[in-house]
């Protein structure tokens, strides 16, 4: 198989998270950078990748890097590539850019710059007049930093926290994708019952079911590589059949799910059969304000409402100053929290154990990690 460098992009704070997620796939990193992880793989790397990486957005095929400050050197360099080896004589041209601190600044102009360099690639190739766009499609990527040009072709197609089995959305969601962070960041175990009580379409108590049963994220979708000639069928078809092998379906888990609002409550049981973890979800229809430990060494994940709506500031305080007593009370509780509230921490009386900057979305947010005892060792 051919080595390939490939690129795992990230939503700004979640890079090193990516990066554990590559390597426990058995791939050598050669570079983390904001937004981006490159590591060096091969066809398979490429199926892998994009059923097992449960924190990334997407996976790219890096295809070449060179030096432009004019268009001239742009669409040469870009048509001297081995286009016809990845797109095929129909397929659907999608060229996506950024532009920084470059003398082509414009980026408008260097994707169209790069489409037509391809475009004249493959109808020299193809030996065809006309390219008609009409098949199969295919994402390139043009990354412009001070004059230094990254090509890369997209191979996931929707990004990688469309998981498939949120059928049932409600308003004010958090990612999959940031959603299995906020797990992976936390110190839950599955021995410890974890409670998410602003559950609204259940993505927390679903990612952490799935990561904690070895459920691969991509099982229930395709990707645009899928149909490509250049990686194999057999390939995505062993994955997927190695993948289906090592779910653990025996593994016990205690996760409670809550919402005050009936949809929400719904939609959370319903996405969580479809995602096929409905057995170890329990959801309920619950005031976070009521919510009590009946255990200790419990863990909660959660994604409140931001106040970013009209009505929801004013209700922001009183919930915050719960779970600030609700701890007190119960010191063996952890709380993992984000928000784009400031002044969180004021509202709990005392400063995080650890706070991480984290991008919802474009929102800027904050995981604030509040630590409860630790269960003593066995």
């Not at 590539?81 to 532009?99: A, F, H, K, R, Y």
């Amino acid at each position: 198989m051919a080595k390939l460098e490939l690129i795992a992009t990230a939503t700004f704070g979640l890079e090193a998270i990516v990066k554990r997620e590559i390597e426990a796939l058995g791939y050598r990193i050669l570079q983390s950078e904001n937004g981006k992880i490159s590591f060096l793989g091969d066809e398979r790397a490429v199926v892998r990748a994009n059923l097992w990486l449960r924190c990334a957005d997407r996976v790219q095929i890096k295809l070449a890097e060179f030096h432009a400050d004019t268009f001239t050197q742009l669409f040469e360099q870009t048509k001297a590539l081995p286009w016809e080896q990845w797109i095929c004589m129909d397929g659907q041209i999608n060229v996506s850019g950024t532009s920084v601190k470059s003398q082509l600044h414009s980026v408008p102009a260097c994707q169209g710059m790069v489409k037509k360099a391809i475009i004249e690639k493959l109808k020299e190739t193809y030996l065809i007049e006309e390219f008609p766009e009409t098949g199969l499609p295919f994402g390139i990527k043009v990354a412009i930093v001070k004059d230094r040009v990254t090509l890369s072709l997209d191979t996931t197609g929707e990004g990688l926290h469309k998981r498939g089995y949120r059928k049932h959305p409600v308003a004010a969601p958090i990612k999959e994708t940031m959603a299995a962070a906020m797990v992976s960041l936390s110190f839950w175990k599955p021995d410890r019952l974890l409670v998410d009580p602003f559950c609204g379409s259940g993505t927390i108590a679903i990612e952490a079911a799935l990561m904690e049963r070895n459920i691969a994220p991509g099982l229930g979708r395709r990707f645009w590589a899928e149909d490509w000639e250049y990686i194999p069928q057999a390939l995505w078809k062993e994955e997927r059949r190695a993948a289906y092998s090592a779910v653990d379906y025996e593994k016990e888990l205690r996760i409670v799910a809550g919402d005050i609002d009936t949809s929400a409550a719904q939609a959370a049981m319903a996405n969580a059969e479809e995602a096929g973890v409905d057995d170890c979800i329990q959801v309920k229809l619950a005031d976070a304000c009521k919510l009590a430990a009946k255990e200790p060494y419990g863990v909660i994940i959660t994604n409140p409402p931001y106040g970013q709506r009209i009505g929801e500031l004013a209700q922001l305080p009183p919930l915050y100053r719960h779970l600030a007593g609700f701890l007190k009370e119960n010191p063996t509780w952890s709380l993992y929290l984000i928000t784009a509230d400031k002044e969180f921490e004021q509202h709990m009386g005392r400063p995080a154990d650890r706070r991480r900057k984290l991008y919802n979305g474009r929102l800027e947010t904050c995981l604030y990690q509040y630590y409860g005892t630790r269960p003593p060792r066995e």
